[in-house]
T-cell receptor
Framework: EAGVAQSPRYKIIEKRQSVAFWCNPI?????LYWYQQILGQGPKLLIQFQNNGVVDDSQLPKDRFSAERLKGVDSTLKIQPAKLEDSAVYLCASSLARDTEAFFGQGTRLTVV | AQTVTQSQPEMSVQEAETVTLSCTYDTSESNYYLFWYKQPPSRQMILVIRQEAYKQQNATENRFSVNFQKAAKSFSLKISDSQLGDTAMYFC??????????FGPGTRLSVLP
């Protein structure tokens, strides 16, 4: 079974630039999560999708972050404009349902300079 | 608010010895799942073990076992016969039924040769 795929693995951008991350979940997984993991901390949920609908985006900084999951499969997370404090690893995860274990991708390490 | 606390930022253990990682959580929910995830330097989060709150029997997976104390809201992880490959960050996570994951801040475990 293929795992959760994320790209790119690494990204360095200057502040005020924009960036996008892509995630392809495990086939058949209805639930998709985007987490932000700042160095030395646990992952923090940014947004959760159930199929192509948003279930929880309460911690998403909506003035600069956006995410979509068209057709209920792949998802993209965008930051525009980026700030220095956005430097983190962005993890995508998927699960069969909302309360089953989540399977994680390898993450994208974003550095904003 | 639902929170997960891991009071040990760092721990070390000699190879082949046993180590226990602590986790406590706070919730008013009665039905939920608890997980331990491992994050090696490669960054990919890997599920170690899972416990359903309605089950009284503690979960075990090979060298990994948990001590689940529902009344105390405690969920510790015991690693027996520690191996060098167990070196990683360990995150305790909690999800009430139908809701999203909440992660603890993590414990960095080093297995020493």
């Amino acid at each position: 079974e293929a795992g959760v795929a994320q790209s790119p693995r690494y990204k360095i951008i200057e502040k005020r630039q924009s960036v996008a991350f892509w995630c392809n979940p495990i086939s058949g997984h209805a639930t998709l999560y985007w987490y932000q993991q700042i160095l030395g901390q646990g992952p923090k949920l940014l947004i959760q999708f159930q199929n192509n609908g948003v279930v929880d985006d309460s911690q998403l900084p909506k003035d600069r972050f956006s995410a979509e999951r068209l057709k209920g499969v792949d998802s993209t997370l965008k930051i525009q404009p980026a700030k220095l404090e956005d430097s983190a690893v962005y993890l995508c995860a998927s699960s069969l349902a909302r309360d089953t274990e989540a399977f994680f991708g390898q993450g994208t390490r974003l550095t904003v300079v | 608010a639902q929170t997960v606390t891991q009071s040990q930022p760092e721990m070390s253990v000699q190879e082949a010895e046993t180590v226990t990682l602590s986790c406590t959580y706070d919730t008013s929910e009665s039905n939920y799942y608890l997980f331990w995830y491992k994050q090696p330097p490669s960054r990919q989060m890997i599920l170690v073990i899972r416990q359903e709150a309605y089950k009284q029997q503690n979960a075990t997976e090979n060298r990994f076992s948990v001590n689940f104390q529902k009344a105390a809201k405690s969920f510790s992880l015991k690693i027996s016969d520690s191996q060098l490959g167990d070196t990683a960050m360990y995150f305790c996570a909690f999800t009430p039924w139908g809701q999203n994951f909440v992660f603890g801040p993590g414990t960095r475990l080093s297995v020493l040769p």
